[in-house]
């Protein structure tokens, strides 16, 4: 029989493999999600009509459809229409939980500034814009 300091230092020495373990598989990455969720909203809104294959990997069909009007052919034939003009990018708050996300940003273009809340999806290890509240716009500083 072990003495039970042997014992303590045993299931220390398992629960340390199985933490780590468990980072190593997805567990705990709370942080590197929200980050990622935050530089997809910042890239997105910077984006101009010559990054049309990063929008298009970061936007869903459904939001596609619902949100630009549009589906992948038709935002790909008009880019300049379907990203419209790149913005300042605010990021308010992120929530993150499991595989969706909330964004409440500001994107400010010339004067006037746009405030959304913004529902994010992650599909197939990508984080995708899935829906997007209608923007309050106010002109002048902000």
Same mark, same amino acid.
């Given at each position: 029989m072990f003495p039970s300091w042997r014992m303590a230092?045993?299931?220390?020495?398992?629960f340390a493999a199985v933490s780590a373990l468990a980072l190593a598989c997805g567990g705990g990455g709370g942080d590197t999600d929200k980050q990622d969720?935050?530089?997809?909203?910042?890239?997105?809104g910077a984006a101009g009509p010559s990054d049309i294959d990063y929008f298009i990997d970061h936007v869903t069909a459904n939001a596609l459809h619902t949100v630009v009007g549009t589906d992948e052919a038709?935002? =790909? *034939?008009d880019a300049a229409a379907c990203i419209g003009k790149? %913005?300042?990018v605010t990021i308010k708050s992120t929530t993150v939980s499991g595989d969706t996300?909330?964004? =409440? *940003?500001?994107?400010?273009?010339?004067?006037?500034?746009? %405030?959304?809340?913004?529902?994010?999806?992650?599909e197939n290890g990508t984080w995708k814009i899935e829906t997007l509240?209608?923007?309050?716009?106010t002109s002048g500083s902000q």
């Amino acid at each position: 029989m072990f003495p039970s300091w042997r014992m303590a230092v045993v299931f220390g020495l398992v629960f340390a493999a199985v933490s780590a373990l468990a980072l190593a598989c997805g567990g705990g990455g709370g942080d590197t999600d929200k980050q990622d969720v935050e530089d997809v909203i910042r890239k997105l809104g910077a984006a101009g009509p010559s990054d049309i294959d990063y929008f298009i990997d970061h936007v869903t069909a459904n939001a596609l459809h619902t949100v630009v009007g549009t589906d992948e052919a038709g935002c =790909r *034939a008009d880019a300049a229409a379907c990203i419209g003009k790149p %913005s300042t990018v605010t990021i308010k708050s992120t929530t993150v939980s499991g595989d969706t996300a909330t964004v =409440r *940003a500001d994107f400010k273009s010339g004067s006037d500034t746009k %405030s959304y809340e913004i529902g994010l999806v992650k599909e197939n290890g990508t984080w995708k814009i899935e829906t997007l509240n209608s923007p309050t716009a106010t002109s002048g500083s902000q």
